[in-house]
T-cell receptor, first 115, second 107 residues
Framework: EADIYQTPRYLVIGTGKKITLECSQTMGHDKMYWYQQDPGMELHLIHY???????EKGDLSSESTVSRIRTEHFPLTLESARPSHTSQYLC?????FGTGFNEQYFGPGTRLTVT | GIQVEQSPPDLILQEGANSTLRCNFSDSVNNLQWFHQNPWGQLINLFY???GTKQNGRLSATTVATERYSLLYISSSQTTDSGVYFC?????????FGKGTSLLVTP
């Protein structure tokens, strides 16, 4: 079973605030991902990282930014939250090698509401 | 990117019934995963199945990579099986998700 954690689980915040969504994993996985999911819709990749100091934008354009200073930590930041950012954000990771190295494991998600 | 189509989009079953969910994909893949998203939004890994057949309790999955489809079987369904089932495939750096099958199992 994967150990990947996200905080907070739920967040309601006003327009214009800066927020950081935390994601941590304790499995030593090198690859980490952020997906965005609107209610009733599929997931879309917004950021990914192949290791420390590596970050790339995903297929879905996002105003958020990410950093990867430590292997286990992959936070996502919104400098100025807007109602259009209301969504669920899911973090995932993948092991570097071994059986099933292509398999992704997901955290519990952060449900963000911007008022 | 790879297109992923899931069917049916919605399904209502009575408890105890069996069902088959389908996932078609448009190109060769090196990973295929099935997930169950519970009402709290968490994605639960069901199967990592780029090819072949696997079984886990009442659930089983088959992927025929050469024909670009995968099937998820749910037998003797229970109300706790309700939720959205996603198929996702990977041919490069990340997963491409289908739109999901929303399953409701009634008592």
């Amino acid at each position: 079973e994967a150990d990947i954690y996200q905080t907070p689980r739920y967040l309601v915040i006003g327009t214009g605030k800066k927020i950081t969504l935390e994601c941590s994993q304790t499995m030593g996985h090198d690859k980490m991902y952020w997906y965005q999911q609107d209610p009733g819709m599929e997931l879309h990749l917004i950021h990914y990282s192949y290791g420390v100091n590596s970050t790339e934008k995903g297929d879905l354009s996002s105003e958020s930014t990410v950093s990867r200073i430590r292997t286990e930590h992959f936070p996502l930041t919104l400098e100025s939250a807007r109602p259009s950012h209301t969504s669920q954000y899911l973090c995932a990771s993948r092991p570097p090698f071994g059986t099933g190295f292509n398999e992704q494991y997901f955290g519990p998600g952060t449900r963000l509401t911007v008022t | 990117g790879i297109q992923v189509e899931q069917s049916p989009p919605d399904l209502i079953l009575q408890e105890g019934a069996n069902s088959t969910l389908r996932c078609n994909f448009s190109d060769s893949v090196n990973n295929l995963q099935w997930f169950h998203q519970n009402p709290w939004g968490q994605l639960i890994n069901l199967f990592y199945i780029p090819s072949g057949t696997k079984q886990n309790g009442r659930l089983s999955a088959t992927t025929v990579a050469t024909e670009r489809y995968s099937l998820l079987y749910i037998s003797s369904s229970q109300t706790t099986d309700s939720g959205v089932y996603f198929c996702a495939v990977n041919s490069g750096y990340a997963l491409n998700f289908g739109k999901g099958t929303s399953l409701l199992v009634t008592p």
